[in-house]
């Protein structure tokens, strides 16, 4: 049921730029775009979320195409602490809450 | 000061047993959920409860079956344990149901093992 299409691994080096990207074509108007994590064995943590606009916070960088058909998040200066499975999930009102979790990005910070 | 917490953290119970899993959100949230993860790390919603009222069921058996006391706590009570029940379940909490801005807190997780 996922709506995004992530790569299913990826990996970057410490200290690196981590660009993680999504692909969301039919995202409709008021579905947002939520980035979560799960390190191993952990609860998902949310990351960030959007919607047009791009978005910044302490822990990463949102880029929202200007046609909302894609996402990239960037983790700036990745750690080993950030190797972890990444998914990008596309969110409205109408879908009662709930989050909808696709295969997700396995990402492989490596020293 | 853990925000969703969960008891126990691992469960091991025999087939046929009836078994319950425990959700706390000190948030103040309106909403909470039960997600199940299977061996193969797929995440999927079961339950969703605002203000104690079910909202979401997402076809899951009915063997499952989520109490919500109050607001703050949203229970998982599994009857006949069968080994496909194996899997970790999480539970999850936010503030705003329907709006498509929100953030959803995850717990730890409860490993649930059946032999």
Redesign the interface.
């Known amino acids: 049921d996922a709506k995004t299409t992530q790569p299913p691994s990826m990996d970057c080096a410490e200290g690196r730029a981590a660009n993680l990207p999504c692909n969301h074509s039919t995202i409709s108007g008021?579905?947002?775009v939520?980035w979560y994590r799960?390190i191993h064995?952990?609860?998902?943590?949310?990351i960030i979320?959007g919607?047009k606009n791009n978005e910044t916070n302490e822990m990463a960088s949102l880029i929202i195409t200007e046609d909302r058909k894609s996402s990239t998040l960037i983790l700036p200066h990745a750690t080993l602490r950030d190797t972890a499975?990444y998914?990008c999930i596309v969110?409205?009102?109408g879908n009662?809450?709930?989050?909808?979790?696709g295969?997700g990005t396995t990402l492989q910070v490596k020293p | 000061d853990t925000a969703?917490s969960q008891t126990p953290k691992y469960l091991v119970t025999q087939m046929g047993n009836d078994k319950s899993i425990k959700c706390e959100q000190n948030l103040g949230h309106d909403?909470m959920?039960w997600?199940k993860q299977d061996s193969k790390?797929?995440?999927?919603?079961m339950f969703?409860y605002?203000n104690k009222e079910l909202?979401?069921n997402?076809t899951v058996p009915n063997r499952f079956s989520p109490k919500s006391p109050d607001k703050a706590h949203l229970n998982l009570h599994i009857n006949s344990l069968e080994l496909g029940d194996s899997a970790?379940y999480?539970c999850?909490s936010?503030q705003?149901?329907?709006?498509?801005?929100?953030?959803?807190?995850?717990?730890?997780?409860t490993r649930l093992t059946v032999l």
Request: glycine share 12%.
């Open positions: 008021n579905e947002y939520y799960q064995s952990q609860g998902p943590q949310y979320h919607l499975v998914y969110k409205g009102s009662t809450g709930k989050l909808i979790f295969q | 969703v909403t959920y997600y790390k797929f995440l999927k919603i969703s605002n909202i979401i997402e970790v999480f999850a936010s705003d149901l329907a709006g498509g801005s929100d953030t959803q807190y995850f717990g730890p997780g």
